[in-house]
Nanobody
Framework: QVQVVESGGGLMQPGGSLRLSCAVSGIVSSRHFMGWYRQAPGKERELVAEVARDGSTTYADSVKGRFTISRDNAKNTVYLQMNSLKPEDTAVYYC?????????WGQGTQVTVSS
């Protein structure tokens, strides 16, 4: 059984930092495209960042230079380091594992950026 579990969300002031973790079991995350998505109230879910099997990364323009996606293959875990947080980063953040059209999603973790 595949499990994707996000953690690390919370309340942070603008300009602060958070690190999200995505722990995967039942699959080898290094063989999958691993991505972070987010969904704000009233908006569609959007890609934040993705790391490919070869380690190459993709970022949404809105987070470039502020967020960094990384993976620890030994721990089967993917991280999203979020710096210089803005109120518009407030959303539920989801982790997705993808391979050949098969997707596994986590339940999400809430990130709220507010003073």
């Amino acid at each position: 059984q595949v499990q994707v579990v996000e953690s690390g969300g919370g309340l942070m002031q603008p300009g602060g930092s958070l690190r999200l973790s995505c722990a995967v079991s039942g699959i080898v995350s290094s063989r999958h495209f691993m991505g972070w998505y987010r969904q704000a109230p009233g908006k569609e879910r959007e890609l934040v960042a993705e790391v490919a099997r070869d380690g190459s990364t993709t970022y949404a323009d809105s987070v470039k230079g502020r967020f960094t996606i990384s993976r620890d293959n030994a721990k089967n875990t993917v991280y999203l380091q979020m710096n210089s947080l803005k109120p518009e980063d407030t959303a539920v953040y989801y982790c997705r594992a993808r391979l050949f059209g098969v997707e596994f999603w986590g339940q999400g973790t809430q990130v709220t950026v507010s003073s």
